[in-house]
């Protein structure tokens, strides 16, 4: 019979995890009297998104089989490293992501400047364009995407709708000034990620709905054009400070090919007030959060 060693299961390393990382690392306020020196199981379950009891029976070990999902979303809020993270995965008995498949996972070097970019809306997609975090800023300039189910946060399937039931990824209106370029841009980019990740079943799966079930994307793959992502400009029905025009860059990561997408405003101008303006203000009462 074999034995775990004492603080080398599941529970105790995510425990050990969660007491070491700084909540200013994680982008929380530093409050003086504060007994934990890490995260609080509170803190740890809202940056996961899970449920503090689901943290408190990890941690005890009465759950000891999380998702892959839970388990990436655990690894990204704990900020671990490459080797830590696949280790989370063993702990729960998952066979930790291969090469050439996509990697949802935040090296902690990244998460650390997306954290200290404080209120700019910033968020990071997978090479499949799957959204895999966001920062306050996003929310209020977008809405929460956790309103829309965990599937639909893609926004290649946002884009290109399927289901007639579909749920918008942004949940007040968003244009662009170049729609159709920008449209040709990510079916494109799609593409280079097919070769890049060729053994990837979530992508094959995406790129299989989109070309059965939307006849836009369909024309564009066929066309075979590979392209890199470009700029866009884009402009936000915001309900509560009205109009916003945003530039929205890409900035691409080479080794995991995860996607910062980080919406600014012109300095100085009346867009750049509004931006500012929605962090603080949110979204109006009655808006679906």
Known sequence: MTTTPPA?????????????????AAGLPVVRKRRAVGLRREELADLAGVSVDYVVRLEQG???TPSASVVASLARALQLSTAERD????LAQIVPPADGTIRDHLPPGMQRVLVRLGDVPVAVFAADWQLVWWNHGWAALLGDPLASPPRMRNFARDRFPVDADHTPLALWPVTETDPDT????LVCDLRRATGRFPRDSRL???VRDLNAGNEKFAELWATG???ANREVHKRVDHPSVGPVTVDCDVLTDGDTELKIVIMTAAPGS?????LQLTTVVGPPAGTRN
């Not at 105790?12 to 007491?19: L, P």
């Not at 280790?87 to 063993?90: A, E, F, M, P, Q």
């Not at 009346?270 to 509004?274: F, I, L, P, V």
Request: glycine content about 6%; proline content about 5%.
């Open 8 to 24: 080398a299961g599941l529970g105790a390393m995510i425990r050990t995890w969660r007491n070491r990382l700084p909540p200013s």
């Open 225 to 227: 054009e590979v392209t």
């Open 87 to 90: 280790h989370l995965y063993r």
């Open 270 to 274: 009346e867009d750049e007030t509004k």
């Open 182 to 185: 920008a449209d040709a841009a």
């Open 204 to 206: 094959a799966t995406l």
């Open 62 to 64: 009465r759950a000891t």
